[in-house]
């Protein structure tokens, strides 16, 4: 849960590329690229905090 919520944050290159693809016309890989990074994000705390500390 907690790495999903965190997923939902965009960062400040995620606001950079969404204002950018809008600017360019293409709204739609701005979209596919804030999911993409939410999706990465989230996953990535999500097995950190699955997996052992001894694992990480």
Do not use: K, Q, Y
């Given at each position: 849960m907690v790495g999903f919520?965190?997923?939902l944050i965009p960062c400040p290159?995620?606001?950079f590329?969404?204002?950018f693809?809008?600017?360019r016309g293409v709204p739609q890989a701005?979209?596919?690229f804030a999911v993409t990074m939410m999706l990465g994000v989230a996953c990535t705390l999500s097995v950190g905090h699955v997996l052992p500390?001894?694992?990480c």
């Open positions: 919520m965190a997923g290159m995620t606001l590329a969404m204002t693809a809008i600017t701005g979209v596919a500390p001894a694992a």
